[in-house]
């Protein structure tokens, strides 16, 4: 299955891509695709809780099913927060 990851701010800046599409496994979750994208750019590891997701615009829990062509957004404090 493809999906689509969108990233914003400064966290776009630190991976280099303000999106990327990706193959994920059928029954995937949420949980699971963030620490895949931990894995792959290890600057996403210094991030902390207060990032939010959403999943075709609705926010989202990480026990979130995905599935093909769901655009998943990494949504980072409007202001203030860590820095990565």
């Given at each position: 299955m493809k999906?689509?990851?969108k990233f914003f701010a400064?966290?776009?800046e630190k991976i280099g891509a303000r999106e990327?599409?990706?193959e994920i496994k059928d029954g995937m979750t949420?949980?699971?695709l963030w620490e895949e994208l931990k894995n792959s750019y290890p600057v996403l590891k210094n991030i902390n809780s207060s990032l939010l997701f959403s999943i075709n615009h609705e926010y989202a829990s990480l026990d979130s099913l995905l599935k093909e062509g769901d655009e998943i957004a990494l949504i980072p404090p409007v202001s203030g927060g860590q820095e990565i």
């Open positions: 999906i689509k990851v400064l966290i776009s990327i599409n990706i949420l949980e699971i």
